[in-house]
């Protein structure tokens, strides 16, 4: 089957950095997503990785290991705003979207 | 530009009743999706249209179906509602099925089953 596995939740201090990583298995492979998501809205879209490395977005970042089927979003300098659920999303082979249940990240100041 | 509209922002239903719910994607996207987000879960997929047809659907029952109009609006149908289908239901949109696809999601219609 598959699956997509990220932490349930994250606590994080207002400031810092913090990493969400993403595990997945899927029948093929076109591409990575994040999405953020706040309390009652819709997902919004942060990134997109198909190839290997790192992307660069001003404060947020991600990364991709399709060897090892793994992924992170990297956000730096926390605002209490970043307090949201990250949803990490594989393309699979049909080109539809495989979704984690989301990582909800708690900002403390 | 206007993102993707759904309508009725809240729904409310009893047991057994049905639901139609819409949704208007961002102008020149051919894509619709809709999905499920039962309080606290993840995205579930449900189903996927593009170009007026059903491209994919997800694990879900035959009563949930939907179809997409030749303007690119689509519609999604429960039939035969229960409480578990109490959800968020989001629509989103791309401009193609393949390849680089952001999905531009709309703000979602909150069925309530009672």
């Known amino acids: 089957g598959q699956n997509i596995d990220q932490p349930t939740e994250m606590t994080a201090t207002e400031g810092a950095i913090v990493q969400i990583n993403c595990t997945y298995q899927?029948?093929?492979?076109?591409?990575l997503f994040w999405y953020q998501q706040h309390a009652g809205e819709a997902p919004t879209f942060l990134s997109y990785?198909?190839l290997d490395g790192l992307e660069e977005k001003g404060r947020f970042s991600s990364f991709l290991s399709r060897s090892k089927g793994y992924s992170y979003l990297l956000l730096k300098e926390l605002q209490m705003k970043d307090s949201a659920s990250y949803l990490c999303?594989?393309?699979?082979?049909?080109?539809?979207?495989?979704w984690g249940a989301g990582t909800k990240l708690i900002i403390k100041p | 530009e206007a993102g993707v509209t759904q309508s009725p922002t809240h729904l409310i239903k009893t047991r057994g009743q049905q639901a139609t719910l819409r949704c208007s994607p961002i102008?020149?996207?051919?894509?619709v999706y809709w999905y499920q987000q039962a309080l606290g879960l993840g995205l579930q997929f449900l189903l996927w249209?593009?170009?007026?047809?059903?491209?994919n659907r997800g694990n879900f029952p035959p009563r949930f179906s939907g179809r997409q109009f030749p303007n690119y609006s689509s519609e999604l149908n429960v039939n035969a509602l229960e409480l578990e289908d109490s959800a968020l239901y989001l629509c989103?949109?791309?401009?193609?099925?393949?390849?680089?696809?952001?999905?531009?999601f709309g703000p979602g219609t909150r069925l309530t089953v009672l």
């Open positions: 999303a594989v393309m699979d082979s049909n080109y539809q979207l495989i």
């Open positions: 990785n198909v």
């Open positions: 249209y593009d170009e007026g047809e059903e491209r």
């Open positions: 102008s020149g996207h051919t894509s």
């Open positions: 989103a949109s791309s401009s193609t099925p393949g390849g680089y696809n952001e999905q531009f």
């Open positions: 899927t029948s093929g492979f076109n591409g």
